[in-house]
């Protein structure tokens, strides 16, 4: 399985949605869902991160804007995981991700 690196942050938001609900049951290298939000009224480049149907919190404002812009077009190629967890911290500093690229070899 072939996965491309393209992108690492710290998930942004977490004290404001529901990460500290879900927290526990996060682990490393789980699946996160990306979610576009281009009517966000905060940031039209918003990007939601979801654990199953929890919304935990956006990728940060400074790395959202090429990743919305290709959402928006419909190109959604992205693997997000869990990268680790700091679980000492405040919930806005809680959560790393990493973002890959999929490709026609990767199998999600």
């Known amino acids: 399985m072939e996965h491309i690196y ?4 710290n998930m942004a938001g ?3 949605y529901e990460l500290p609900i879900v927290f526990q049951k996060l682990k490393i290298g789980k699946k996160l869902r990306l979610v576009s ?3 966000n009224r905060y940031d039209e480049f918003a990007v939601a991160i979801y654990f199953k149907d929890h919304k935990i919190g956006f990728v940060p404002r400074n790395s959202n804007r090429k990743l919305a812009l290709l959402l928006k077009a419909g190109v ?7 990268q680790s967890i700091h679980p000492e911290e405040h919930p806005a500093n809680q959560l790393d991700v990493v973002l890959y690229i999929l490709t026609p070899n990767s199998q999600p």
């Not at 959604?76 to 869990?82: E, H, K, P, S, T």
């Open 6 to 9: 393209f992108d690492s942050f």
């Open 14 to 16: 977490g004290n404001y």
């Open 37 to 39: 939000e281009p009517d």
């Open 76 to 82: 959604d190629v992205f693997d997000a995981r869990v």
